[in-house]
Antibody, heavy 120, light 110 residues
Framework: QVTLKESGPALVKPTQTLTLTCTFS??????????ASWIRQPPGKALEWLAR???????FYSTSLKTRLTISKDTSRNQMVLTMTNMDPVDTATYYC????????????WGQGTPVTVSS | QTVVTQEPSFSVSPGGTVTLTCGLS?????????PSWYQQTPGQAPRTLIY???TRSSGVPERFSGALLGNKAALTITGAQADDESDYYC??????????FGAGTKVTVL
């Protein structure tokens, strides 16, 4: 059974760095062809893909946010981590992690999401 | 930057059929974009419906189908039910590891 769960601070101040952790079970990010992504959704707005990490540690980032994002994994702990620097109120959103499905180009399992508010 | 386009909203009668589309601001959608579709109700995480253009995810009812229609990807709901009232998002793979979401379509069943 595949599960993912996001964790991290609910509130961060402007200019701070956000660190989110996705803890998963039922698969390993060291398995060939396995991939996972971070996705966010501001309140009342659309989903936005942020970053992806692959089994071979390849990393890919949203063009518009790549200077602020770092994605990493800890396969021994079955975790994936996202850091986002220089947080701004417009980064207020629910942040999701998701596993990529067969073929690697779409998402099959999602976490429940964790809300993050950026405010002083 | 290429934008993924979706209709903002659609209304469908119970039992009716509705087709949502997913296009590109520049160019045509093809199987190489591996279109996928997700359903989201308020306060919930997205649910995967369709991947790789037309493959239904496990447990998804047959009334949901995906295809390419002209230069767009399409999601058709045949025999809409009340609990199909949701937001629907498409995702396109743009190459070099990058996925892009559309702005979503709000479907109302009434």
């Amino acid at each position: 059974q595949v599960t993912l769960k996001e964790s991290g601070p609910a509130l961060v101040k402007p200019t701070q760095t956000l660190t989110l952790t996705c803890t998963f079970s039922g698969f390993s990010l060291s398995t060939s062809e396995m991939r996972a992504s971070w996705i966010r959704q501001p309140p009342g707005k659309a989903l936005e893909w942020l970053a992806r990490i692959d089994w071979d540690d390849d990393k890919f980032y949203s063009t518009s946010l790549k200077t602020r994002l770092t994605i990493s994994k800890d396969t021994s702990r079955n975790q994936m981590v996202l850091t986002m620097t220089n947080m701004d109120p417009v980064d207020t959103a629910t942040y999701y992690c998701a596993r990529h499905g067969r073929g690697g180009h779409s998402f099959d399992y999602w976490g429940q999401g964790t809300p993050v508010t950026v405010s002083s | 930057q290429t934008v993924v386009t979706q209709e903002p909203s659609f209304s469908v009668s119970p039992g009716g059929t509705v087709t949502l589309t997913c296009g590109l601001s520049s160019g045509s959608v093809s199987i190489s974009h591996y279109p996928s579709w997700y359903q989201q109700t308020p306060g919930q995480a997205p649910r995967t419906l369709i991947y790789d253009t037309n493959t239904r995810s496990s447990g998804v009812p047959e009334r949901f189908s995906g295809a390419l229609l002209g230069n767009k990807a399409a999601l058709t709901i045949t025999g809409a039910q009340a609990d199909d009232e949701s937001d629907y998002y498409c995702v396109l793979y743009m190459g070099r590891g990058i996925n892009v979401f559309g702005a979503g379509t709000k479907v109302t069943v009434l």
